[in-house]
C-alpha cells in the first residue's frame, strides 16, 4: 500500500507527460479552428433556414449532440477509409492515425460551434439592426460591423466552456492510439507497472490548463465590461 | 416632399393602419398625436421600410416607391434619404458615441475616415457631448443616448428625421435637454416627423399637428388649429386628458 503512489515516480513521468502536451494541443487547437470554420457556414445555413442544408444540419446537429464521443470516433476512424475508397478508390488506411482523430473532433465541434455562434447572433436584438438599417447600411453591412461584434462577446462564456470541454475530451484520443496526455500516461504507467502514478501526474496537468484557460476567458470577458460595459440594451 | 398614399398594415388579424395617407412640406415639422396602440409607431416603421406596409405608397424627395413590393435597392435608396430617432435609441452597443455616429457615414456613405470623424466630432459638439466621445452607450445616461442618437441621425444629412416618442423612455429630469436639442434639429429647417406626448414641446416645434387614432388620421392643421379649437370630438376628448386645465376646450 505504501507503494500505491510514490510521489518521486510522479516528478520521474511528469516531464515525459508534459512532452505529449504537444500531441493535446495539437487536436485542440486544430479542431477548433476547423470547427469555428465549418461552425459559421453551419450557423448560417440553420439561420437563413438554406433548404435541403438546414434539414442535413439539423440532423447532423441531432447525431453529434446526441451520440457519443468515442462512437463519433471510432466511425471516422473505420468509416471515413471506408467512405474515401468507395467514392474515390484512393485507400487512406494508412494515414495517420491523428488525422482520423483530429478529423472526428472537429466535426463534432462543428455542431457544437456552429450553434454556439448561431445563439449569439439570434440573441442580439433586433434593434440594434434596426438601427443599422435605419443609417442606410445594408444587412451584410449591419452584420459585420454591429451584430457579428456583439456575438463574439455573447458567445465568449459558452465558447469558453466548450473549449475547456473538447480539452477535456481528447482524454479518449487513446483509444485510437495517440500519444497524447493519457496516451502516455498510460505507456508510462504500463511500463513501470504503477498506472496510478502517471494518472494523476495526467490529472494535475488537466486541472491546472484547465484553471487556466477559464482564468483567461474569464479575463477577456472582464476586460470587454470594462471597455464596452456589459451589453444590455 | 414626403407623401404617403393609402397604407395599410396588419399584424396578423389586427389591422394597425387602417389607411393612411399624409402630406408633408419641405421643412415643416409635423407632430403626430395619439393615444397608445393608435398606430403611430407603424406608420413611422413603414416610412423606413423597418415593417412592410401591406399596400400603399410613398413619394420621397420626387422618387414614388411602392411600400409593400419596392425592390431592395428601392429600400436603401429610401432609407439613405431617411433617419430615425428610436424611443429606446437603439445605439450600437459595440461602438463608442463617436463610433456611432460615425458608422453610417463611412460605411453608407463611404466617407473617408478622418473625414467622418471630423464631422461626427461636429455633430456631437453641437449635441452638447465634447466630453463623450469616447464613451459606450452602457456608460452614458438616457438623455445622452438619446441626443447620440439625434447626433447618429442628423449627420447623415437626410432629406428627413422620424422621432418615434424620442423622451418617453427617459427619466423626468433628462427630458428637457434632449427636448431642446430636438429643437435645435428643428431650427436648421431640416423636415421632421414627431411623434410625442409632450405637448407643450409640441406645440412650440409643430408647424403641423396630425392626430391618430385607431390606425386613421382623425385630424390634421396647423398647431394653433388643432391644439386651440380641435373640430374632431375624439381629439377633444384626447387632448383634453392630456392638456393642462387652462386649454379649457
Ligand atoms: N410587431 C408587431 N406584431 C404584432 N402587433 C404589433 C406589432 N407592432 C405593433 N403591433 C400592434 O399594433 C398596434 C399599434 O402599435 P404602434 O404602432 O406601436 O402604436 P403606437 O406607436 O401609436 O402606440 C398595437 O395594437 C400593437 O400591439
Ligand atoms: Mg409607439
Known sequence: MNDFLSVSRMITAFPKLLASLSVTFEIVAIAILVGLFLG????????FRIPVLNQVMTVYISFMRGTPLIIQLYLVYYGLPMLVYNLFGVDINGWNKLFF????????EAAFLGEIIRGAILAVPELQTEAGYSTGMTYFQTFIHVVFPQAIRIAIPSFSTDLIGLFQGTSLAFLLGAVDVIGKARIVGN??????????????????????????????????DVVYGKLQN | MLSLAHIKKSFGKTEVLKDVSLSIKKGEVVVILGPSGSGKTTLLRCVDF????????????????????????????????????????????????????????????KMPKEEALKKSKEMLDWVMLSDKYDSYPSQLSGG?????????????????????EPTSALDPE??????????????????????????QFAKEIASQVIFMEDGYIVEEGTADEVFSSPKESRTKQFLSRVLPPEYNL
Not at chain 1, 482523430?101 to 463534432?108: E, F, G, S
Not at chain 2, 444629412?157 to 422621432?163: H, K, V
Open chain 1, 101 to 108: 482523430i483530429i478529423t472526428a473532433y472537429a466535426l463534432n
Open chain 2, 144 to 164: 445622452q443616448q438619446q441626443r447620440v442618437g439625434i447626433a447618429r441621425a442628423a449627420v447623415l444629412n437626410p432629406d428627413i428625421i422620424l422621432f418615434d
Open chain 1, 191 to 224: 511500463n513501470s507497472g504503477h498506472v496510478l502514478d502517471t494518472y494523476v501526474d495526467a490529472a494535475i496537468i488537466f486541472i491546472v490548463i484547465s484553471v487556466l484557460l477559464e482564468f483567461i476567458f474569464h479575463k477577456i470577458q472582464k476586460r470587454g
Open chain 1, 40 to 47: 459559421i457556414f453551419i450557423a448560417i445555413i440553420r439561420m
Open chain 2, 174 to 199: 433628462l427630458i428637457g435637454e434632449t427636448l431642446q436639442v430636438i429643437k435645435r434639429v428643428a431650427k436648421t429647417g431640416i423636415t421632421m416627423v414627431v411623434v410625442t406626448h409632450e405637448m
Open chain 2, 50 to 109: 423597418l415593417e412592410k406596409a401591406d399596400s400603399g405608397t410613398m413619394t420621397i424627395s420626387g422618387t414614388t416607391v411602392d411600400l409593400h413590393r419596392a425592390k431592395r435597392s428601392e429600400i436603401l435608396d429610401v432609407r439613405k434619404k431617411v433617419a430615425f430617432v428610436f424611443q429606446c435609441y437603439g445605439l450600437f452597443r459595440n461602438k463608442t458615441a463617436l463610433g456611432n455616429v460615425a458608422l453610417g457615414l463611412t460605411v453608407s456613405r
